[in-house]
């Protein structure tokens, strides 16, 4: 159940935020940005907004379905039509598993290698995000506050998203969690 403000947004690729909005995927991929404490990701909210950015979006990182013109400046308003919650933190320590839930999300493999291979030493998290449309986007100025590489921003104000309907039903997104978590222990379900 989600409140009826949120003060928080995650920054997220465009594309990405649209393949959570479309339903396609429910999964998000985290390891640290560069200006968050020691490098690493935390886990500061498990409900926000997502801040749609074009920061280090790069076609070449996504396949082709998802692939956008590349965009060269940030925008000067940004829309926020859609809130996350955080299911489950899967810490993924081997890179077979993306290759297993390679239908589940809209990267290339040039992308999830990249994430293995920065900061090697550092963990790989992947989240599974239920995500929410809200019934009426907030646009807000793109203020130097919510530029740069992090990953948390706090908003100038909480952004109402009472009546926000979920982009899966309950069923359905419960169904795609359960074979992506089974995927990421390495014992996927069989259908029968």
């Not at 403000?5 to 649209?18: M, N, S, Y």
């Not at 409900?47 to 013109?69: D, E, G, I, S, W």
């Not at 999830?112 to 449309?133: C, H, Q, T, W």
């Not at 590489?149 to 359960?178: F, G, H, M, N």
């Amino acid at each position: 159940m989600l409140p009826d403000t949120l003060p928080v947004a995650l920054k997220e690729w465009q594309a990405v935020c649209d393949a959570l909005a479309a339903g396609r995927q429910i999964i998000l991929l985290r390891k640290g940005g560069i200006y968050e404490s020691a490098g690493e990701f935390e886990i500061e909210h498990r409900r926000f907004l997502l801040f749609p950015t074009y920061v280090h979006q790069n076609a070449a990182m996504l396949k082709a379905p998802a692939q956008a013109a590349e965009v060269s400046a940030e925008p000067s308003r940004v829309t926020l039509s859609l809130a996350g919650e955080i299911t489950d933190i899967v810490q993924v320590a081997d890179r077979r598993v993306m290759d297993r839930l390679d239908d589940q999300h809209i990267w290339a493999k040039p992308l999830i290698d990249m994430r293995f291979n920065y900061r090697p030493e550092n963990p790989l998290y992947l989240l599974l995000v239920r995500a929410y449309r809200l019934r009426e986007a907030v646009t807000i100025d793109n203020t130097p506050a919510y530029a740069g590489c992090k990953s948390w921003v706090p908003l100038e104000q909480p952004a109402a998203i009472q009546d926000a309907a979920a982009v899966l039903s309950d069923a359905e997104y419960q169904t795609r969690r359960q074979a992506i978590l089974a995927h990421a222990s390495g014992h996927p379900q069989r259908s029968t």
